[in-house]
């Protein structure tokens, strides 16, 4: 019999879910709700939390599921990600050399938000999670085959469009 406990198996999932929730919606507001939502909604399951495989695996779907419905909801689809310091680039660099590297972090994270929101869920989980296909693909309600698709189809997108935009400017 499993031993679940809130504050040591769910609580601990908190910056993963939001990371998820931001990703989904692109807003820092709608992620913290949401994942205060997905916690309420998994203490109100905790009746049922032996009978879960991976307490994990349902946190994230909870939340996945969430958000989707919330920017189904608002229809803010083409809203972008709100300026976020990134950690700065070592201190012997130029000036013009750390704002290259700050506008080459804003592009790909603009470029990651630009994929459709199932290729962008499949990058986030595993990329930025590191979470295995297999529980991808169970989170996601997908085959492992349509996971590896849409993370080779998201890296192959971005890579693309970033090489374009290095090449030729903006």
């Known amino acids: 019999m ?3 406990s809130f504050r040591n198996d769910v609580l601990p ?17 709608e992620a913290q709700d949401i994942v205060q939502d997905t916690l309420i909604k998994v203490w109100d399951k905790r009746e049922s939390w032996n009978e879960i495989e991976s307490i994990e695996a349902f946190s994230i779907t909870i939340c996945r599921n969430l958000a989707l419905d919330r920017i189904k909801k608002h229809d803010n689809l083409n809203d972008s990600l709100e300026e976020r310091q990134t950690e700065s680039p070592d201190t012997s660099s130029t ?5 290259l590297q700050q506008d080459r972090i804003e592009l790909v994270r603009n ?4 994929l459709p929101e199932k290729q962008r869920s499949c990058m986030q989980l595993r990329d930025f999670e590191g979470k295995p296909y297999k529980e991808i693909a169970k989170i ?6 349509q996971v590896k698709v849409n993370i080779f189809r998201a890296r192959q997108t971005v890579k693309e469009r970033f090489q374009k935009y290095d090449n030729y400017g903006l």
């Open 13 to 29: 999932l908190k910056d993963a879910l939001y990371r998820l929730a931001l990703r989904i919606t692109l807003s820092h507001e």
């Open 95 to 99: 000036p013009f050399e750390d704002t």
């Open 140 to 145: 996601l309600g997908i085959s492992e085959e």
């Open 2 to 4: 499993k031993n679940i």
């Open 111 to 114: 470029l990651v938000n630009a």
